[in-house]
């Protein structure tokens, strides 16, 4: 049987290795939440006591961390770094969203030893990671590639193949920061219907069928009530943290200053989710950005 270490069971990586286990894989789960363990086990996966015991003899390792500096930790600048364990013929797969240089910088190590490694980072949200629909956009040789197919077509529908290791995470900032400024105008543009008598859900519905349409309103409505699950209508819990959407934006912009490209709504919608960051609402969900635009004691 093909054994998985998934190293990383927060929001995302939580489902997606309970949709490995489903699909047959031995998977070995480590996180650091006594919690997230729990959850794990009571969903098919086998607890493992550190990252190491996980990944000794695992056919892949999946990592679904916050940012790169626990991607280096874990696999080469840690007190016991997992390519020291990881057999030479197993694959890691890094889903984090990082930095290009800390994912070409692991991929160098694990190369150095003899083990593959590809960025996959992810799209598609925590419903997509449930559901199995997630799309992975993948930086790694052909044959890296090739070799991630069995593990990433039981977590994901659509698997891109973005170009050598890297180019995976360029393409996925591109992407977050797109949906981070589809965000904020989805936000302000419901914000103004309200403040103007319209009903919340009746305008998203004819934004949505318009020529506003995008997939803040297909799927993610930042507002109240108006879609059953998404996470406007818990409290802004779960779902993608308005802290990692800051991080992600980072990201962008030091992809910005490395190539010289413009991005001057990356930057008004960074400025946005760090003005919302610092009212308190780091943890919630990044649609709670319309919390910003909403009239106090509204
Ligand atoms: P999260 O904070 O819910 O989960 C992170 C998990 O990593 C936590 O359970 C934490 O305990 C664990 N962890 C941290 N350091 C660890 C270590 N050294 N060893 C083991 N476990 C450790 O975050 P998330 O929302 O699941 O996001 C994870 C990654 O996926 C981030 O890079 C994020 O940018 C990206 N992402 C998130 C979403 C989303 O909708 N939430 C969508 C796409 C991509």
Not at 18 to 31: E, I, M, P, Q, T
Not at 89 to 115: M, N, P, Q, W, Y
Not at 284 to 293: A, I, K, N
Request: proline share 4%; net charge negative; aromatic share 6%.
């Amino acid at each position: 049987m093909t054994t998985v270490a998934f190293i990383g069971l927060g929001n995302m990586g939580g489902p997606m290795a309970a949709n490995l286990a489903k699909a047959g894989f031995n998977v070995r789960a480590f996180d650091l939440s006594a919690q997230a363990l729990e959850t794990a086990k009571s969903q098919g996966c086998d607890v493992a006591a550190t990252a190491q015991q996980a990944a000794t003899d695992a056919d892949f390792i999946i990592s679904m961390l916050p940012a790169g500096k626990h991607v280096r930790v874990l696999y080469v600048d840690g007190d016991a770094p997992l390519f020291e364990v990881i057999k030479p013929s197993a694959l890691v797969i890094d889903c984090s969203t990082i930095d290009a240089d800390t994912a070409r910088h692991v991929a160098a190590a694990g190369a150095e030893k003899g083990i593959g490694f590809v960025d996959a980072p992810v799209s598609g949200g925590v419903g997509g990671a449930q559901a199995g629909t997630l799309t992975f956009i993948v930086g790694g040789s052909e044959e890296q590639f090739a070799q991630a197919q069995p593990v990433l077509q039981a977590m994901g529908k659509n698997i891109f193949h973005a170009g050598d290791h890297g180019a995976g995470q360029v393409a996925k900032v591109c992407n977050n920061m797109l949906l981070s400024i589809l965000m904020a105008g989805t936000c302000e543009a419901i914000n103004m219907g309200v403040k103007n008598g319209l009903d919340p859900a009746v305008l998203s519905e004819i934004m949505k069928q318009s020529s506003g349409g995008n997939w803040a309103l297909n799927v993610y409505n930042p507002y109240p009530g108006v879609m059953e699950n998404a996470p406007a209508s818990k409290g802004y819990q779960g779902g993608f943290q308005v802290d990692l959407m800051i991080k992600d934006l980072g990201l962008a912009m030091d992809v910005s200053q490395q190539s010289a490209a413009p991005i001057p709504m990356g930057s008004a919608a960074r400025s946005l989710f760090t003005l919302h960051k610092a009212g308190g609402n780091g943890k919630l969900d990044f649609s709670s950005l319309l919390q910003l635009y909403q009239d106090k004691g509204e």
